[in-house]
């Protein structure tokens, strides 16, 4: 079993900042990749960005550019940093792994205003 928890959300202006933490714990061995996806009201969960077991990154393209994923293995812990956010950036951002087993996070709120 893997559980995994996601914080960091928060409310921020358009063109602000914010960086999302993803901590597994458990059986961490099991996880090939990690990454992150968001779920804005009335629409369904979408990819935001993965980061795989050989440090090789994918980015949706309506954040390429603006949000990096990265992680530390000692802390078993993935981030996404987001810089310039937008408005249509507010959602839930679940974090989830990639492996034999998908595991996801209870998901953390960002909300960017005008």
């Known amino acids: 079993q893997v559980q995994i928890v996601e914080s960091g959300g928060g409310l921020v202006q358009a063109g602000g900042s914010l960086r999302l933490s993803c901590a597994a714990s458990?059986?961490?061995?099991?996880?090939?990749?990690m990454g992150w996806y968001r779920q804005a009201p009335g629409k369904q969960r979408e990819f935001v960005a993965m980061?795989?077991?050989?440090?090789?990154?994918a980015y949706a393209d309506s954040v390429r550019g603006r949000f990096t994923i990265s992680r530390d293995n000692a802390k078993n812990t993935v981030y996404l940093e987001m810089n310039s956010l937008k408005p249509e950036d507010t959602a839930v951002y679940y974090c989830?792994?990639?492996?034999?087993?998908?595991?996801w996070g209870q998901g953390t709120q960002v909300t960017v205003s005008s």
């Open positions: 458990g059986s961490t061995f099991s996880i090939n990749s």
């Open positions: 989830r792994t990639y492996g034999p087993q998908v595991y």
């Open positions: 980061l795989n077991s050989a440090g090789g990154t």
